[in-house]
T-cell receptor, first 112, second 111 residues
Framework: DVKVTQSSRYLVKRTGEKVFLECVQDMDHENMFWYRQDPGLGLRLIYF???????EKGDIPEGYSVSREKKERFSLILESASTNQTSMYLCASSISSQETQYFGPGTRLLVL | GNSVTQMEGPVTLSEEAFLTINCTYT??????LFWYVQYPGEGLQLLLK?????DKGSNKGFEATYRKETTSFHLEKGSVQVSDSAVYFCALSGNDYKLSFGAGTTVTVRA
């Protein structure tokens, strides 16, 4: 069965803190993605990776960076958290472009 | 670029009512089309998909047909249940690895 896990379901951080969100998939998928979900805006792509050590900017990369040192793990980093980064963060993976993306349960981040 | 427009909600229905959520898209080439569902407190799950024109995706009583001539992928279910209460997202995938999502439609089914 397909499995994407995220390190935390809920997270509370202070403004200016460095935040790491971890995502792991066990399906040997090439592609991994980070989205944020906000009411009325749907899902917006932050970054994606189509191979180990490869990364591409999505639609809203500002204030974020990513790391993919191993195929199964894709990390999202908030270098200096700000209140406008309070959101639900969703990780996904897929075997190739145009194929189904499988999502993790999400991390709800609150930045105070 | 690619984009998806779906019907705004919220939508409130009674059990056994007919549900339609409209979705239209703009894309270059031949995208794949998806409907994802998000139940309260959970991540997104694939509901159904279609990869080429005139394909019909179906799952759990839901159906959607890939209409290239009208650039649409409307979601339908003939008789909804309380357990269908969720947020539904239409999405499009081109050959650039990305999924483009609609804003989501919140559906509430009352007993």
């Amino acid at each position: 069965d397909v499995k994407v896990t995220q390190s935390s379901r809920y997270l509370v951080k202070r403004t200016g803190e460095k935040v790491f969100l971890e995502c792991v998939q066990d399906m040997d998928h090439e592609n991994m993605f980070w989205y944020r979900q906000d009411p009325g805006l749907g899902l917006r792509l932050i970054y994606f990776s189509y191979d180990v050590k490869m990364k591409e900017k999505g639609d809203i990369p500002e204030g974020y960076s990513v790391s993919r040192e191993k195929k199964e793990r894709f990390s999202l980093i908030l270098e200096s958290a700000s209140t406008n980064q309070t959101s639900m963060y969703l990780c996904a993976s897929s075997i190739s472009s145009q194929e189904t993306q499988y999502f993790g349960p999400g991390t709800r981040l609150l930045v105070l | 670029g690619n984009s998806v427009t779906q019907m705004e909600g919220p939508v409130t229905l009674s059990e056994e009512a007919f549900l339609t959520i409209n979705c239209t898209y703009t894309a270059t080439g031949y995208p794949s089309l998806f409907w994802y569902v998000q139940y309260p407190g959970e991540g997104l799950q694939l509901l159904l998909k279609a990869t080429k024109a005139d394909d019909k995706g179906s799952n759990k009583g839901f159906e959607a047909t890939y209409r290239k001539e009208t650039t649409s992928f409307h979601l339908e279910k003939g008789s909804v249940q309380v357990s269908d209460s969720a947020v539904y997202f239409c999405a499009l995938s081109g050959n650039d690895y990305k999924l483009s999502f609609g804003a989501g439609t919140t559906v509430t089914v009352r007993a």
